[in-house]
């Protein structure tokens, strides 16, 4: 598996952990910093391998987020919706940037750090 991948896959996998144990208003704030971090760094892969869908992907990321804030804002704030948006986000759109870089067999070293 291509090596960014692998960290964009790990950090699913932490904000699905994180996100399970929202409690408190800091839990909120982490999941919030994690979340954006993730995003930020998803949006620079598609940018380094040219992924062509770019625009369409991050105004989704960036609707999100926005929804988050003010969800993260509120002490009551329900966490269900972002719940089966990360889940269809990272099950469906975020397997597209994978499907369509194993199809145009972009070397690993060019997008490497
Ligand atoms: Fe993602
Ligand atoms: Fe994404």
Known sequence: MHEKWKVINDQHEELFYLLQHVVS?????????????????????????????YEVHTSRHHYIIERLKSICEDKHGNFDYIESWRYHHTQVTDTHILTWLEDSNIPDTSYKP
């Open 25 to 53: 208003i800091s839990d909120r704030r982490r999941f919030f910093d994690k979340f954006v971090e993730h995003v930020q760094f998803e949006e620079q892969f598609m940018r380094d391998i040219g992924f062509p869908d």
